[in-house]
């Protein structure tokens, strides 16, 4: 049997890839629903906001679903703030927007307040991006039984996963759009495509991988497969459907326009469509604040912006390949297209 469909305990070995801010419990309920293991982005999410979250999927449906957590370290100071405020300050004065940066923090890593949280609804899998959190921590959940997956974007980081006790390793190739789950290197020339990155892996480890960058289609993912994945992890394609909650659905059906890696809009590289911040800016800036302070400088601007439906400073998170993202469809039917080319 299909090791994913084992240890998940789900008909098809396909998970809907978690997309903070992109969408909330509807898509991770119609996608566990099918058959496929939904996910539910829980990383800018506070405890009551989580509970409320999962119990309407636990209502919704009695089939498997991942929580996707980050395991980063909140910084404790920011250089360069002082060069950061000067580059970003002209952009609020041109669109008259007042310059007032909230402190607050927007993106929580996975801490021993949520482990009340997991016991209470009981997981079959929590993914973790940016690496582990504490071996304590590991050892509880798989105390608790709960399987546990990771993303990996180089050998070395698949080979640190699997001798700290991940169940599935995630395969996530430079094509995938959001967050780059790097967590060993800060290196971005150390980023290859998924179907470099796939097969090496999988040789290397003992435990099942889970291939995610640019599977959009039933020929994605039957190449994937082919090349050593037991599953697939998609995100982009699921974009444009009628459970996402992105605002730019449109951009992204324009395979005309280029995505690039940047971390001037959280402080770590992410895979965004490129707009006028990365062009003026630049993809990668050496004063962006850490991950995730970078987040705040954005916010105010791109509130007002988006208003009018203005992009210009958004992070417009996508995979390079949309081929297959549609205005309307739903994820049903992006899901019937996906499992035919399983094998």
Known sequence: MNPIKRLLKVKYPIIQAPMAGAQNSTLAIQVSKFGALGSLPCATLDIEEMRREIKKIKLATDHSFNLNFFCHENPNNTKNENQWRQIIEKYYQEFNVEFKISSSISRLPFNENIIPVLNEFKPIVVSFHFGLPSKEIVKELKRMNIRIM???????????????????????GIEAGGHRGMFLSNDISTQMGLFSLLPQIVKKVKVPVVAAGGI??????????????????????????????????????????????????TGRPARSIVNRA?????????????FPKSTNYFTPLRNHLERELNFDFSQLWS??????????????EILQDLIQGIP
Not at 218 to 242: K, M, P
Not at 278 to 290: D, F, H, R, V, W
């Open 150 to 172: 990771s993303s990996a974007t180089t050998v070395e980081e698949a080979l640190y996963l699997e001798e700290n006790g991940v169940d599935i390793i995630i395969a996530q």
């Open 216 to 265: 959009v289609d039933a020929q994605t993912v039957t190449a994937a497969f082919q090349l050593g994945a037991s599953g697939v992890q998609c995100g982009t394609v699921f974009l444009t459907c009628q459970e996402s909650t992105v605002k730019y659905k449109k951009l992204l059906t324009d395979v005309s326009l280029p995505t690039a890696v940047t971390n001037i809009f």
């Open 278 to 290: 990365m062009k003026e800016i630049g993809t990668i800036s050496e004063y962006a604040p850490p």
């Open 319 to 332: 995979g390079q390949n949309r081929t297959n993202c549609k205005l309307d469809s739903t994820s049903h």
